[in-house]
């Protein structure tokens, strides 16, 4: 196995980064080359349901891996309460004593801490940050990353402009399974069944059927014939855009499967070690390819595949993302069935089966798979069929001639993945010098070279003549040479001692154990920070956060700005109305609301928001003595990024200019640049679920931050502590953001032609299994956004909010009609009005304004995550 090491840096000039969810994945992932593997503990990470690691593992993987010059990344990349903060803090320390190289962090508030608190720790921002543009990737700098992870939806030109302009690792996904949603902006399990990916237990909705229902409630698929599947995307695979990847200033290629099996991992790992070695041997490849084989694409097919796919890197490829047929491993075609006896199918092959595969008949009823005991040629039983043979099976199930044969699993293959990572055949090892000098009647010298590691060790007794057998080059080598599992192979050997000299064999032994301990301790030195140290700081931090609370609430007391008195003349100040277009922003006003956050997304279903429509909602706020907020929308890329640059330098200049209200990581940095002093706001999708993170942001100048809509009731409580706190009551749940549309790609044309954009024509929903209907929205971008079926409705909540100090409260209604938005707001207006008054609703008010709103909004309403959350 070749290892190309860059010499000025002393690593390898692209990554290998390789997933482990056990302890046989992460040797699998090892001894077939990758060069970093990451894995998660048994807390905080975005694969709960994997085996994950213990600490006592931990510090077993970690030795292994830096034996064999691989890096462990571990992977925190969840929200994290408050409450689990003290757990937390001993759980990072740990990870740092044990020798982690890097932690996989999502949350900002985490991120913050372990800035604060352990500087030392390398931090790469997951993908879970939703970091796709330039700005975005400032932000994580400042937040002192040294890696990032871009969302799978960067294309290659976008790629190449913003890895030129940062000098922080660029990590991306290669191979695996493909999320549907931006990561980190996925709510769709949550919502749906309270299990939420942002704590890693995402139940994986996107990957069961749905239909697509136009207005009438009919499919409009029904007759297409594509499959049921309408949100599983294919996998990705990227094993001959290498050469491309490093061009565009990829250095990390990560392959996905913490949920995988330990032979997946082997075979992929295998394959993508032998391709990047291919790529940086510069060597002239006179078939001009990826130096990939055929076999090679085969494996990996046949290991696990839902079709492949580069999804956005070279264009956006609409239906050919999708795997709509099925949700889970295809295999390899096997062939065709040409006739059906009895308990025996006939098939003629297009690929090798033998006695131990799993294979899957593709019937007009389904599909049924059977693992095959015996394969026969005529009545002859034989060891393998070949491509073009005709062979029989046994199979007890129906089928007909022509129908197809898929091959899901080859033991074969499987055989040869468990061989690479079985105990005591470790492969991974890398070449050793030794010289063995000196003379009869003094110790002799054992030196020993590991690259640029040298060390040196002396025989416990000196050298004797030899009564019978002297010391041999052969014999010296052979001793030497037993390495048992260690990570090196001895390659060279120089013997420099004087003729008829001999030592005993334990002393050659264990001068070859002392040398090889040497080098390998002599590789991980390195200074600690002390738990005492580290408590010192953590304390130090804590109250600093606590300084910093009480701090912004005697200065917001002293302020006595209107918004933060407690009584009902300050509602409307406490009250913060989201609308999409004009026509909202003036019913919101007319019924008495104060602040107004305009604009988000823009809906080819509706006009949306022009420039002329922002200026004009901006005037007639002012004249109304209100507050606009300019709401940006919650994903840009960086030419859109570039188009709101320019509209934000235009709204900079206006006397009135509205605050702005971001939604991502990059735009508050876009912000920023434009003016650093821009009175800005944070938006839900920025997943703020600690103390720590809005901390983050209000040390930043945020003039509000709205919660996550993940949180419950008691970490609202916490949260609410802070001031300029807002909580999501009212309106539409966004459960998902996508590139993808399922409405353009099944609906929109043929594949190449401009879409006819059905999306304006009618509304359109995705029906489950369960015959709810979530609606789909399309923006000007042609992003789908796919909605809740109920709207979260928490006004019978309002004298608790209030009670526990909240400081405003956010109706969601960018998706409402004028009059929806009128009673809407009015309804909340009297309510928080009388919450923070201290008067509380009786059953009767609270049953007759919950049956005024539902005759407005007849699909039903949620309390959301209000009583169960999602930490467990």
């Known amino acids: 196995m070749s290892e190309i090491m860059d010499s000025e840096e002393g690593r390898a000039p692209m990554e290998l980064l390789a997933p482990a969810g056990s302890y046989e994945a992460f040797k699998a992932a090892v001894e077939n080359g ?6 998660g503990g048994r807390s905080f990470n975005a694969r709960a349901s994997a085996a994950n690691f213990d600490l006592d593992e931990l510090r077993r993987v970690v030795h292994y891996a830096h034996e064999r010059e691989t890096m462990v990344y571990v992977t925190v990349n969840i929200l994290i309460a408050d409450q689990e903060f003290p757990e937390l803090y001993d759980y990072i320390y740990s990870l740092y004593e044990i020798g982690v190289d890097a932690l996989i962090l999502q949350d900002i508030g985490v991120a913050e801490m372990v800035r604060s608190v352990l500087p030392e720790m390398e931090r790469h921002a997951s993908t879970q940050m939703t970091i796709n543009t330039t700005w975005g990737v400032r932000h994580v700098e400042r937040l002192g990353f040294q890696r990032v992870v871009f969302a799978r939806e960067v294309t290659a030109e976008e790629m190449k402009a913003i890895s030129a302009k940062t000098a922080l690792d660029i990590e991306v996904f290669v191979h695996g399974a493909l999320c549907i949603c931006y990561s980190g902006q996925c709510l769709m399990s949550s919502y749906i069944g309270g299990r939420s990916g942002n704590r890693g237990r995402c139940a994986q909705p996107c990957r069961l059927t749905y239909q697509l229902m136009n207005k009438e409630k009919k499919d409009v698929l029904a007759e297409a014939n594509l499959g049921n599947h309408l949100l599983s995307p294919r996998d990705l695979n990227f094993v001959e855009e290498i050469d491309n990847l490093k061009e565009c200033g990829a250095y990390s290629l990560k392959v996905e499967g913490r949920m995988k099996r330990p032979e997946y991992v082997a075979t992929v790992i295998r394959i993508y070690r032998r391709a990047l070695d291919h790529v940086l041997s510069q060597e002239e490849d006179i078939n001009g390819g990826s130096g990939v084989t055929e076999e090679e694409k085969t494996e990996l097919l046949q290991i696990f595949n839902r079709d492949f796919s580069q999804a956005y890197f070279h264009s956006h490829p609409g239906a050919e993302l999708m795997s709509y047929a099925r949700p889970n491993n295809r295999g390899i075609r096997l062939g065709r069935i040409v006739r059906n006896k009895g308990n025996q199918l006939e ?32 009545k002859r039983e034989i060891e393998e069929g070949k491509p073009g043979d005709i062979v029989q099976i046994e199979f007890a199930g129906k089928s007909h001639p022509g129908d197809r044969v898929f091959k899901t699993h080859d033991e074969l293959l499987m055989e040869k993945a468990r061989q690479s990572f079985q105990e005591g055949r470790e492969q991974r090892r890398r070449p050793l010098k030794m010289r063995l000098s000196g003379s009869i009647g003094e110790p002799l010298v054992l030196e020993a070279w590991d690259r640029d590691k040298h060390v040196r060790i002396n025989s416990a007794t000196p050298a004797q003549q030899a009564m019978k057998r002297a010391l041999t080059r052969e014999y010296v080598f052979q001793q030497l040479g037993r390495l048992g599992t260690t990570p090196f192979r001895l390659e060279e050997l120089n013997l420099e001692v004087e003729e008829g000299l001999m030592l005993p064999v334990s002393e050659l032994n264990e001068m070859r154990r002392s040398a090889i301990e040497s080098l390998l301790h002599k590789s991980r030195i390195k200074e600690k920070v002390t738990r005492k140290v580290y408590n010192r700081r953590r304390e130090e931090w804590q109250n600093r956060l606590k300084l910093e609370r009480d701090q912004l609430i005697g200065s917001a007391q002293e302020c006595g700005k209107v918004h933060y008195r407690r009584d009902s003349a300050s509602a409307a100040m406490g009250l913060t109305v989201a609308v999409s277009d004009l026509e909202g922003v003036k019913a919101a006003l007319k019924a008495g609301a104060k602040r107004i956050a305009m604009g988000g997304e823009r809906w080819r279903s509706r006009k949306g928001m022009s420039f002329e429509d922002i200026r004009a909602g901006v005037r007639l706020c002012k004249e109304q003595g209100g507050t606009s907020i300019l709401r940006l929308p919650r994903i840009l890329n960086e030419e859109q990024s570039a188009w709101w640059y320019e509209l934000l330098l235009k709204v900079k200049d206006w006397e009135d200019r509205p605050a702005i209200m971001v939604s991502n990581l990059g735009e508050l940095e876009m912000a920023k640049a434009i003016d650093p002093d821009w009175p800005f706001e944070v938006d839900y ?12 942001f209000l040390r930043l100048g945020a003039q509000g931050v709205t919660l996550s809509t993940e949180l419950e009731r008691s970490q609202i409580e916490t949260l609410a502590r802070w001031p300029r706190t807002e909580v999501f009551v009212f309106g539409d749940m966004e459960m998902m953001v996508s590139e993808y549309c399922p409405v353009g790609a ?33 923006d000007l971008d042609c992003r789908m956004h796919l909605y809740n079926v109920k709207r979260l409705n928490l006004y019978k909540e309002l004298d608790s909010l209030a009670k526990m100090g909240v400081a405003r409260i956010r109706l969601q209604l960018d998706r409402a009609t004028p009059v929806q938005i009128r009673d809407t707001v009015r309804v909340f207006l009297e309510g928080w009005g009388r919450a923070l008054e201290g008067e509380g609703l009786s059953e009767e008010q609270a049953e007759k304004v919950s049956a005024y709103l539902g005759e407005r909004f007849p699909e039903g309403f949620t309390k959301g995550h209000y009583f169960r959350g999602v930490v467990s």
């Open 34 to 39: 990758a060069d970093a593997v990451y894995l």
């Open 746 to 778: 099944t609906l929109g044309g043929k594949k190449g032609s401009k879409c006819t954009v059905p999306c304006v024509k009618e509304p359109h929903y995705l029906r489950d299994r369960l015959n709810y209907d979530f609606p789909i929205e399309t």
């Open 347 to 378: 098939i003629k092959l297009e690929a090798y089966l033998r006695p131990g595969d799993g294979i899957e008949v593709w019937t007009s009823r389904g599909r049924e798979g059977i693992t095959v005991q015996k394969v026969w040629q005529g």
């Open 685 to 696: 999708p920025v997943n703020i679920f600690n103390g720590a993170a809005v901390a983050h």
